[in-house]
């Protein structure tokens, strides 16, 4: 599994889930925080986790729900990249 390929599975899921083919216009730069610039809500998040544990078989610490690991594309990306790396 690529970063691209986790990227692209995040926007494909915003697209079906909330923007309807304009996620990645509106998300502008993969840096851009998702909460400052109404990409998602917290019930949004919250759905956006579910989602990356089923799709990607993980399990996502709780205590590790933040803005730092999850406000951005290029933030979840990291994560969960580097979570698969560690945990297989």
Known sequence: ???LDVRQNVI????????FGEAESLIKTDDASFL?????DSLG????VLHLEKTFD??????QLSRANF???A???AYVTSHKERHG
Do not use: E, P
């Open 12 to 19: 494909d899921w915003l697209d079906d889930n909330y923007h």
């Open 58 to 63: 993980m399990r996502i610490d709780r205590a």
């Open 1 to 3: 599994m690529s970063t």
């Open 45 to 48: 998040f919250v759905q956006l």
């Open 36 to 40: 400052d610039h109404g990409i998602l």
């Open 75 to 77: 933030k979840i990306v």
């Open 71 to 73: 406000d951005s594309l």
